[in-house]
């Protein structure tokens, strides 16, 4: 029951994270400028209402909802945390579902109707598998259609991964919190996480402060277990107060890192003397053999009997 428990805080606390990020207007426009490759150009984006009422008249809220200002141009984003399947079939049900509202807005002004460029962003474990577009989901009949990689059709989405940010990009003055989550998230998964906080500590902004120590709480409990990670939470949250945020995180590390390099130490010094032991052992078994008098490879082996008969 505890171990659910704690699986569950950490999944709401990886979404919660990732949604929170995503409510920055600043860093939508980056993901955007970024996924288009369009990271020169200025765009100004504004939030929109992000409940679609889809075909089944269910009202279902999107991860991400944006557009470009004075344009019908949108921007839907969907953050998956693991695979799924069908998430071009979902993203083609909320793009029709866009388009219809567009059109019902716009027919008697006799504008065009909206545009809607669909991203997902994956920050799960390994490459995202699924389909890209709702015609690899359909059935094949007669020719195969050839999708063009600049192709953006109905149902079609862009994607965004973690090996789309690297360590050298995140720790320039551009970074984003998007960025720094994801390698952060890349980091635990490869088991470098404190040598990556070491390089990205020191860029944090003063506005990622708060989202920071929230991820670090979040990243102890998962690698460490509730129990555990108490003790780097307690350090975290009292340099918190006494010295302010980054500081906390640094002072967190560091003993993390220290606390990991004894552990490595005393499970070097167990395995050299269960090596050691093993190696009595056998030299008193192998004197056993040759016939030699017990109480001689006791007081050799510095064994007891029942170690080795």
């Known amino acids: 029951m505890k171990e659910l428990e704690e699986e569950k805080y950490i999944h709401n606390e990886h979404d919660k994270l990732f949604k929170r990020i995503l409510d920055r207007i600043n860093e939508v426009e980056s993901i955007i400028k970024k996924t288009l490759g369009k990271e020169t150009e200025k765009i100004e984006i504004e939030t929109v209402r992000n409940e679609l009422t889809t075909r089944d008249y269910r009202g279902r809220m999107v991860d991400v909802l944006y557009k470009l200002k004075d344009k019908e141009v949108y921007f839907l984003i969907e953050h998956q945390s693991t695979q799924n399947t069908y998430m071009a079939y979902k993203i083609f049900e909320y793009e029709t579902e866009l388009i219809n509202r567009s059109y019902m807005q716009n027919v008697e002004k006799s504008k065009k109707i909206a545009k809607v460029i669909k991203i997902v962003i994956f920050t799960g474990i390994g490459d995202w598998k699924p389909a890209r577009s709702i ?37 320039s003055k551009e970074s984003t919190l998007l960025g720094k989550a ?17 390089e990205i500590i020191p860029d944090i902004k003063e506005d990622e402060i708060d989202e920071m120590v929230r991820m670090i709480k979040y990243i102890l409990v998962k690698d460490l277990g509730k129990d555990v990670a108490n003790k780097y939470i307690k350090i975290l949250e009292s340099k918190i107060k006494e010295e302010g945020g980054k500081s906390a995180m640094v002072e967190t590390m560091r003993a993390l ?34 016939n030699i008098d017990i109480d001689i490879i006791e007081r050799v082996t510095g064994l007891k009997r029942e170690q080795f008969i």
């Open 135 to 171: 015609v690899e989901l359909q059935e094949e009949y007669g020719n195969k259609v050839k999708i063009d990689k600049h192709y953006e059709g109905i149902g079609e989405y862009k994607l965004l991964e973690s090996k789309d940010y690297s360590l050298k990009e995140i720790i």
């Open 257 to 290: 890192r220290e606390d990991r390099k004894r552990t490595i130490m005393e499970a070097r010094n167990t395995g050299k003397k269960a090596g050691i032991l093993t190696g009595k052992i056998q030299d008193a078994k192998n004197m056993l053999r040759e």
């Open 182 to 198: 994801i390698i952060i998230e890349k980091a635990r998964r490869e088991e470098t996480l404190i040598a990556v906080l070491d």
